[in-house]
C-alpha cells in the first residue's frame, strides 16, 4: 500500500507540477517513445539475467508492491518461540525435539506461532539448525560457522535480482537519450514542414529524455531500493534466530539465549527486555 501511495505522490507531484504550468497533457502522451524505453529496458533485463534468474528478477519487482517486513509483535512471537523450543530442549533433551521438527506444521510448539510458519525461509533455517542439536553432528563454533554461511549465501542470492534491477534503472536514462536522438533524426527529417510540426517532432523528442529519467529515478530505483530494505530485515529475521541457537548450544540458560536473539534485532522493532521478560514468564505460568 505505501509503495503505491509513494508512486502516486511522485507521478502526481510531477504532473501537477506540469499542469500548474498549463502544459498540454496530450504532448506527453508519446506511444512510440514509451516502446523504445520500456522495450530496451526488459530487453536489458532478459540479456542480464540468464536462466532461471530472470522469474527472480520479475518476482523481486513485485515484491515490492507487497512486502513483508517482520514487525515487533513477529519478533515477540519469534522470541517466544525460542524460549519455548530452549526450554524443551533442557527438560527434555535434544533428542526429544527431533518429533516435532519431523512435522513443524502440526507440532505442538511450533503450531502455536502463525507469523513464524508463514516465513518458509525462517522455518528451514531454524530446522536445520535445531537438527544439527538433535543429531549431535556440531559443535557451536561449528555450527555458528554453518549458519553463517547461508546468511551469507542468502544475502548473496536475494542481492542479485536487485543488483539486475538497479543496473536496468541506470540504463534507462540513456535509453531515454536513445528514444530522444531518434527523434531528432525524425525532427530533422520534417525541416519543410511547418514550425508547428517540427515543434510536436522536437517535443515528442525531449518526451523520452524526460520518461527514461522519470522512471528510472521516480520507479525502478526506490522500488529497487524497496526490495533491499525488505531482504535486510528478513537477514536480521534469520540472524536473531541464529543468535539464539548458538547461545543456547553453548550452554546459556534459555532466557540469556533469548536475550542474545533480541540484540540481533533492529531497535526499531525490538521487543523491549520487559516485554520479552513479561512474555517468557506468561510462557512459563502456562507449561507449569
Do not use: W
Amino acid at each position: 500500500m505505501f509503495t503505491i501511495i509513494g508512486l502516486l505522490i511522485v507521478f502526481g507531484s510531477v504532473l501537477g507540477g506540469f499542469a500548474l504550468e498549463s502544459g498540454p497533457f496530450h504532448t506527453l502522451v508519446q506511444p512510440a517513445e514509451l516502446l523504445v524505453i520500456g522495450g530496451a529496458a526488459v530487453g536489458t533485463i532478459v540479456v542480464a539475467a540468464p536462466g532461471r534468474l530472470l522469474g527472480s528478477v520479475f518476482r523481486t519487482f513485485l515484491r515490492a508492491f507487497s512486502p513483508k517486513v517482520p514487525t515487533k509483535a513477529e519478533y515477540l512471537e519469534l522470541l517466544k518461540l525460542q524460549y519455548e523450543v530452549f526450554v524443551f530442549v533442557r527438560k527434555n533433551g535434544a533428542v526429544a525435539l527431533d518429533e516435532h521438527l519431523a512435522d513443524i506444521g502440526k507440532s505442538p510448539i511450533f503450531s502455536k506461532y502463525p507469523s513464524f510458519l508463514a516465513r518458509h525461509h525462517a522455518v528451514e533455517f531454524f530446522r536445520d539448525a535445531l537438527k544439527q542439536i538433535v543429531n549431535g553432528t556440531a559443535s557451536a563454533e561449528e555450527l555458528e560457522v554453518l549458519l553463517d554461511s547461508e546468511l551469507d549465501t542468502h544475502h548473496e542470492e536475494t542481492a542479485i535480482p536487485v543488483g539486475v534491477l538497479k543496473a536496468a534503472g541506470d540504463s534507462l536514462p540513456g535509453l531515454g537519450i536513445v528514444a530522444a536522438v531518434l527523434g531528432i533524426v525524425i525532427t530533422m527529417g520534417a525541416l519543410d514542414q511547418g514550425p508547428e510540426e517540427i515543434g510536436h517532432h522536437i517535443a515528442a523528442a525531449l518526451i523520452g529524455t524526460f520518461l527514461g529519467i522519470l522512471l528510472c529515478y521516480g520507479l525502478i530505483q526506490p522500488l529497487s531500493s524497496n526490495v533491499e530494505l525488505q531482504e535486510a530485515a528478513n537477514g536480521k529475521y534469520l540472524r536473531c534466530i541464529k543468535e539464539g541457537v548458538i547461545a543456547s548450544l553453548r550452554g546459556a540458560a534459555p532466557s540469556v539465549a533469548v536475550e542474545f536473539a533480541r540484540k540481533a534485532i533492529f531497535s526499531d522493532d525490538r521487543p523491549s527486555s520487559d516485554e520479552t521478560e513479561a512474555a517468557c514468564r506468561a510462557l512459563k505460568q502456562q507449561a507449569s
